[in-house]
Nanobody, 122 residues
Framework: QVQVEEFGGGSVQAGGSLRLSCAAS????????MSWYRQGIGKEREFVAV???????RYADSVKGRFTISQDKHNNTLWLQMNSLKPEDTAMYYC????????????????WGKGTLVSISS
């Protein structure tokens, strides 16, 4: 069973920075793809950023140039450096781990953390 946990949320003023981290454990996979999503109050959960299995990164247009996603594949850790934060970035941030499961590495599943709250004041 894959377990996912996020760390690093908090409250900062607009223009500030936060760094989120996510740790995946369980070691029942042969490959992972990790990403960040967020959900504001009364809003749908939305994609923020991903590190693809080939190591390339993709971002939502709303965070491009301000957020940076990075990953330590050896330790199954994911980070999200968030700079120039805006009030509209306020949300619960979730780490999603898409895992291809052992032993055949054919079955794949999504695992979500419980989220970490980011609150940006104007």
């Amino acid at each position: 069973q894959v377990q996912v946990e996020e760390f690093g949320g908090g409250s900062v003023q607009a223009g500030g920075s936060l760094r989120l981290s996510c740790a995946a454990s369980g070691y029942t996979w042969c490959r992972l793809e990790m990403s960040w999503y967020r959900q504001g109050i009364g809003k749908e959960r939305e994609f923020v950023a991903v590190v693809d299995s080939d190591g390339s990164t993709r971002y939502a247009d709303s965070v491009k140039g301000r957020f940076t996603i990075s990953q330590d594949k050896h330790n199954n850790t994911l980070w999200l450096q968030m700079n120039s934060l805006k009030p509209e970035d306020t949300a619960m941030y979730y780490c999603k781990t898409h895992a291809w499961l052992l032993p055949e590495c054919v079955t794949d599943m999504d695992y979500w953390g419980k989220g970490t709250l980011v609150s940006i004041s104007s």
